[in-house]
């Protein structure tokens, strides 16, 4: 799109709007921003936000928030970095970004995911938005744990750290091949000093999927972490009742993780 030509189809306080964000250098932008950067009216801002929507030079994330691209960003306007995303819907701050996300982020993976998971305590649903798929999944608030906070373009985001993304890995292990995979990942990490051992079984023992702990509990056992330092992970398995890791209740006996290994 020749930037001349596209400023001869906007309007003069569309023009204006667009040299303004565009020097700020905004990429996200609110209704009431607009509103009060340039005195409009709500029925005003309304019909400039829809002809700016339909020029891709807006771009819809929800109800009164924007993309804003600059006319530079070319006809099929500007992307985002997704981790921007999340906090938009979450003003409370109940949500990490985690799963393949940070599978990804973290170098368990080299592959890339399609979709970012938003874990939260409120919401329970799927969006497109500007192209991109996110997955909101509500969990309960004890699994709200192990986040930490890094800066993205002067946002504060909320991820799940390592060591909680290596347990929900194990959790949650279909997009890295299943079981097998996420434990060699594990593994991997555990024994290359990847990862902080303790904050890893702190993360594990709290975690309520009970098959989730004493899987972990087994891969750390085969990898030669000492007892001492299990202390929390197998406490909070002592009192569970003998489970299987697979289907049948054939296999041998672990009496230490109270669970049941088959050979599968």
């Not at 500007?130 to 946002?155: A, H, N, Q, W």
């Amino acid at each position: 799109m020749d930037n001349k030509n596209t400023y001869k189809i906007l309007g003069p306080i569309e023009t204006q709007i667009v040299a303004r964000l565009t020097y700020e250098k905004k990429s996200i932008i609110t209704a009431g921003e607009i509103d009060c950067l340039f005195n409009l009216s709500p029925r005003d801002r309304k019909q400039i936000v829809f002809r700016l929507k339909r020029k891709k030079i807006l771009q819809p994330i929800k109800s009164g928030v924007y993309i804003f691209s600059p006319l530079e960003a070319g006809p099929n306007g500007m992307g985002i970095d997704e981790l921007l995303i999340p906090p938009l819907f979450f003003p409370k701050k109940n949500y990490y970004i985690g799963y393949s996300t940070m599978f990804n982020y973290y170098g368990f993976t080299d592959q890339l995911f399609q979709t970012v998971y938003v874990l939260n305590t409120a919401k329970h649903m799927e969006k497109v938005i500007c192209g991109l798929s996110f997955k909101f999944i509500k969990i309960p608030e004890t699994r709200m744990y192990g986040v930490e906070k890094i800066i993205v373009k002067d946002e504060q985001i909320n991820i799940s750290s390592k060591e909680k993304t290596l347990v929900d890995l194990i959790y949650f292990n279909k997009p890295v091949g299943g079981i097998t995979e996420a434990s060699r990942i594990l593994t991997e990490f555990v024994v290359n000093n990847k990862c902080h051992l303790k904050k890893l079984v702190e993360c594990a023992a709290y975690f309520p999927n009970i098959t989730t702990r004493k899987r972990i509990g087994l891969i750390l056992d085969a990898s030669g972490i000492s007892e001492n330092i299990l202390k929390p992970l197998i406490k909070s398995i002592k009192k569970t009742s003998i489970s299987s890791l697979g289907t049948s209740r054939k296999g041998t006996l672990n009496q230490r993780w109270r669970v049941i290994v088959n050979d599968s």
